[in-house]
């Protein structure tokens, strides 16, 4: 991962982050340690699958761990503003495009984005250009693909 970027993450985000590591160092660190020892009881280790999966998994978790652990070293957390409320990470924007539809997003770290919870990140497209606005600022977002798109921010709440 690289130490020259600055992630940003909401109290909640950091705390997610923060329970995923005490879990993966603990439970799921001993059940992937009795799968391995159950696995070493079948014999042969060069043909043994469920002793090379349980190691794969260990692999995988350890890497996990590592990827955290790093994040959470050089995270910022970004607390609740006051005064005049402006677009950042944390806040729910409701947008209205030029045909008049409205749309809502959450805007959170990079590590947080789920479009399936409409939280999208402060990186993207949308997002950076949505930081810092107020509402009824009107916002052109430009996507890689050099769309343009119109928005007017309706409201925004934390």
Known sequence: MDNTKKIELTP??????????????????????????EARGFGDLSENSEYDAAKEEEARNASRINEIRQILSIA????????????????????????????????????????L????????????????HREGDKIEVVAPSGRSRSYTITAISR
């Open 12 to 37: 909640e985000g950091r705390q997610r982050l923060v329970d995923e590591l005490a879990y993966r160092e603990g439970e799921k660190h001993d059940e992937i340690v009795e799968r391995i020892k």
């Open 76 to 115: 910022t957390v970004v607390e609740a503003g006051s005064g005049e409320l402006t677009v950042s990470i944390g806040t729910t924007v409701e947008l209205e495009d030029e045909k008049g539809t409205k749309t809502s997003f959450t805007i959170v770290g990079t590590t947080e984005t789920n479009s």
């Open 117 to 132: 919870e409409h939280k999208i990140s402060n990186e993207s497209p949308v997002g950076a250009a949505l930081v810092g």
